[in-house]
Structures are given as structure tokens and as C-alpha cells.
């Protein structure tokens, strides 16, 4: 299942930088999912959720779109490169890692077990904001919180339960309660959110969905006693619903990892 985000991706962050000749190919290999995403000068050309057909589907987008370099943020499982990526790739694709190079520094105890995924969306929030602290809030299977100060210092962050994993640790670890899935007008913020339940599932959601907001404000608002000024991102598959209930400002895109990825294949692949 592709989607052409040539045009869609502009809502979420500016071309940077100065287009290239060839278009780079973009490898998320995440915990439930693996996408292919196609960046081209900080623009996204196309995203692409790999299925059955991983090893066609790339390489069409590899003809599609004249890719040059590859780069892979893998977490969770371990893939075949040498299978999914065309031989004339194969020189000029990296591997993200705690020793690769990065614009940042990490002020991590143990580097080996950091998620990769976590480095490239400061990267990719530090490319759309160049100077000061920020964080950067990944709402996923997980949600991550992750500093980045002043100086470029990843500094770590905090992991929490995301959205599904907590209705499914409630449905699994009762008798009675069931397995919550939010509506589509839960999920865009046409059906507000209740605090108050008047049922069940209404307090299920109420609970599960306010207890997550507020998490996500009390971390700003900590950081903004130490850091103030510092600025929130917004990524992963349910940054527009925070977007929309949180009162701290902040800049949401499902793509922010693309653009840190694209920063870090520049850094660590010469075409």
C-alpha cells in the first residue's frame, strides 16, 4: 500500500536544502510494520507500507524514482538487506546505528540498547529547528519522550505504554472489560474526548486518553522549568490526536523520522 505524499507532506514540514539529482530511499523497520519512504532534498515523494512483497515493492520504487542511497532504522526484528535491496544499492546503503556519524552527541549509558528510531526523530526535529531545546514526543505501539538540549546533546527520555497497549492490558487483565478501538471521529477530534465516562467504554477512553494528554503536559511542563523556551514535536501514528488536546504548542508530522533519516544518510553515505 503506497501513498504519493508529493503533495501531502507539505502540511507538515518545508523542502530543505537543495535538491538532488537522485531520491533516497528511506527504510523504517519498526516493531509491527516495516515503510519504505522516498526522500528527495527534504521533500517526501512517496511512503510505502511493505507486505508480503517487500523485495518487488522496493525495488519499483527504486526504478520509480532513481534511487541513489539507502539508509535503514531497524527495531524489533532483523531483516535480510542483502535480499531487500537491489545489488546496485547494496554499496551505497547504511545501516543506522549507536557508530554511526550523527549531528548530535549522546549522553546515553548504554547506547547499544537505544532505539535508533528515537535519534533520527531529534535529528529530524533539529533539521526543522535549528537552534534550542526540544522534545520530541513519538506516539506509537509506544510512546517516547526524548530531549534534545541547546548544545545537541541527546539527553534520553522516558517510554510509556501507548494507546492500544494500555486498552489491551485492560481487556487482558480483567474479567469484564473489553477491547476498546477508538472511532474514527475519536481519533480526528470530531467526537471530543469525555472526562467523565457515562459508561464503560466511555471511562476507558476517558481514562486512558486524558491520563496520556496529561502525561505528555506534565513532561513540558517540567522541561519547560528547566529548559524554558524548549519546543514540542509531535511524530508517530497518533501525533495529530495529542496535536489536537494538548494545550502546550507543538508541531506535529508522521514524518519526522524521514527527515532526521535523510540528515543522517547524508552524513554517512557518500553517493
Do not use: W
Amino acid at each position: 500500500m503506497c501513498e504519493n505524499a508529493a503533495q501531502g507532506c507539505a502540511q507538515y514540514f518545508p523542502a530543505f536544502g537543495v535538491m538532488k539529482a537522485m531520491s533516497d530511499l528511506i527504510l523504517d523497520i519498526g516493531n509491527t510494520r516495516m515503510k519504505a519512504a522516498v526522500m528527495a532534498g527534504g521533500e517526501l515523494r512517496e511512503v510505502c507500507v511493505l507486505g508480503d512483497d517487500a523485495v518487488g515493492a522496493v525495488a519499483r520504487l527504486c526504478r520509480r524514482h532513481g534511487i541513489g542511497r539507502a539508509i535503514a532504522s531497524v527495531v524489533g526484528r532483523e531483516v535480510d538487506f542483502d535480499t531487500l535491496l537491489p545489488k546496485p544499492l547494496q554499496p551505497h546503503f547504511h545501516r543506522l546505528g549507536h557508530e554511526s556519524r550523527l549531528p548530535v552527541t549522546l549522553d546515553y549509558a548504554t547506547p547499544q540498547t537505544l532505539g535508533m528510531d528515537r535519534v533520527a526523530a531529534v535529528v529530524g526535529a533539529r533539521v526543522l529547528c535549528p537552534e534550542g531545546p526540544l522534545v520530541v514526543v513519538d506516539a506509537g505501539s509506544c510512546v517516547t519522550v526524548d530531549l534534545l538540549d541547546g548544545g545537541d546533546c541527546y539527553r534520553g527520555g522516558a517510554i510509556l505504554p501507548g494507546m492500544a497497549m494500555r486498552f489491551r492490558a485492560m481487556h487482558e487483565f480483567t474479567a469484564a472489560l473489553p477491547l476498546v478501538q477508538l472511532t474514527d471521529a475519536e481519533r480526528d477530534g470530531s467526537e471530543a474526548t469525555p472526562l467523565t465516562g457515562c459508561s464503560t467504554r466511555a471511562s476507558m477512553v476517558a481514562g486512558v486518553c486524558n491520563a496520556m494528554v496529561y502525561e505528555i503536559e506534565g513532561f513540558m511542563r517540567d522541561y519547560e522549568r528547566q529548559l524554558p523556551g524548549v519546543k514540542l514535536f509531535l511524530t508517530g501514528g497518533n501525533a495529530d490526536f495529542f496535536a489536537k488536546r494538548l494545550f502546550f504548542p507543538n508541531f506535529a508530522t508522521p514524518y519526522l523520522m524521514y527527515v532526521g533519516l535523510e540528515k543522517l544518510l547524508e552524513m554517512n553515505v557518500i553517493n
